[in-house]
């Protein structure tokens, strides 16, 4: 069963209460008694779960054997190709200021 948060827009208290789907809404605030309760939204935290949410899962098995390789040898796994042998680039330098005399 899901838990709902719930505001008393009244006295601003607020509580969590486990309530069924078929349940309907609490209406009346359990501190000040008032009909003012509302429900809050809050954000669901992600869970995931199960293949296709990492890099490693869409590996081709050719690489997975070489690094299995690469690990058992004890190097590192290296990034190849045209980005890897890129070098960072510099910003152009602004041209000087001209010096008064």
Avoid at 35 to 56: H, M
Avoid at 60 to 88: E, H, I, R, V, Y
């Amino acid at each position: 069963m899901p838990v709902y948060t719930y505001r008393c827009s009244e006295c601003g208290s607020e509580f969590e209460r486990q309530q069924s789907f078929n349940e309907p809404p609490l209406k009346k605030c359990p501190v000040c008694g008032k009909e003012a309760l509302q429900k809050v939204f809050t954000p669901v935290g992600i869970v995931f779960k199960g293949s296709g949410f990492y890099s490693t899962d869409h590996r081709s098995t050719s690489s997975q054997s070489d690094a299995k390789a690469d690990s058992k040898n004890g190097k590192a796994a290296t990034k190849s190709g045209p980005a890897a042998d890129a070098k960072p680039e510099s910003k152009p330098t602004p041209p000087a200021a001209p010096k008064e005399e």
